[in-house]
């Protein structure tokens, strides 16, 4: 089976993104996954905060992040499963 990298980047930025995205919402109102976003988010995306701002902020992280990684997640494994 031969994967598509970029597909596959494009849907785990657009998942790790709204990951981040919708954790910080929640933590912004409720505290819910905080310990989670400062101990991961915050120290791995500079400018992030738990904030509005910082929602947006980890969404493109969050999806350049894994769209480059998982492009080469891909690429990888079409090279070791090639036929």
């Known amino acids: 089976m031969k994967l598509k990298p970029f597909a596959l980047g494009l849907s785990l930025g657009i998942v790790w993104g ?14 819910y996954g905080k310990l989670f976003l400062e101990a991961l988010a915050v120290s ?3 400018g992030y905060t738990i904030s509005p701002i910082g929602s947006i902020i980890g969404f493109l992280y969050g999806f350049i992040d894994l769209l480059i990684l998982g ?13």
Request: hydrophobic content about 50%; cysteine-free; charged content about 10%.
């Open 18 to 31: 709204s990951i981040l995205f919708i954790t910080t919402w929640l933590s912004f109102f409720t505290g």
């Open 71 to 83: 492009t080469i997640v891909g690429w990888v494994y079409n090279k070791i499963a090639k036929e």
């Open 44 to 46: 791995l995306y500079p």
